[in-house]
């Protein structure tokens, strides 16, 4: 026990300042060391360090910019789903299997012709093209393009709206809180789809929203994300 804790001790002690690094006891005895910037999840994480980290600058903004721009999708939310899915790590690989900055899986690396999942520009650029893909799909609903983005358009369309998934509404609630840079939840929310939800803002100028604007106003059978499969409209 006394080893068990030194090495504990070692590993917070090793850990930069900024990653936020605490020692959780589950409810069975488990303990879980968490990283609020990349792990965190439910109470085990930091909502205000995580506020802190809008719109955080880092040596990617050069590439974060100009795929954006290109496909017409807010940087500061682009930041904000790197900053969740990897703390802005280009080697961050996941138990799942999801890889890079914006921890794309194989096949999402497929569908959007990145070669090299773990080179940052390939990576973002694929991510970035699946966040314009889920925008044109959810018609600028910020919330439902982020539970897309962790778990798949399909099970957003299937339950319309936030999957009721422990795992995604606290996803959600981690990547809005850096976002708009204040705290949004402890996890555990459903925030459904539908009238009165507030819309993608933050960011951007008109010539990046026109294009944007135009996609929403076509039908949804219009707006699909490649080789996507439709399970049901609202």
Known sequence: MRFAAVMVGLVLLATPAMAQVKLVVKRDGTKVISNF???????????????????????????IE????????????????IQVESNFNANCVSNK??????????ATAKRYG??????????????????????????D??????????????????YGGIPPYEETQTYVARALTVYYGRP?????????????????RGG???????????????????AMVPGMKVLGTQ
């Open 184 to 200: 949004q939840g402890g996890g555990g929310t459903f925030f459904a789809g539908g009238r009165g939800v507030k819309k993608l």
């Open 204 to 222: 951007f100028g008109a010539a990046a929203a026109q294009p944007i604007a135009a996609a929403a106003a076509k039908p949804l059978a219009m």
């Open 66 to 81: 100009r795929h954006a721009a290109r496909y017409g999708v807010d940087p500061v939310l682009v930041r904000a789903v």
């Open 37 to 63: 910037g990349v792990a965190g999840g439910g109470k085990g994480t930091n909502w205000d360090w995580l506020a802190k980290q809008h719109d955080r600058r880092t040596k990617y903004d050069e590439i």
């Open 97 to 106: 299997g999801a890889r890079g900055l914006m921890q794309l899986m194989p």
């Open 141 to 158: 609903d910020l919330r439902r393009m982020l539970a897309g983005y962790n778990a798949g358009e399909n099970a957003v369309l299937r």
């Open 114 to 139: 990145v070669k090299d999942i773990n080179d940052p520009e390939e990576n973002i650029r694929g991510g970035v093209k699946f966040l314009a893909d889920l925008q044109k799909l959810f018609r």
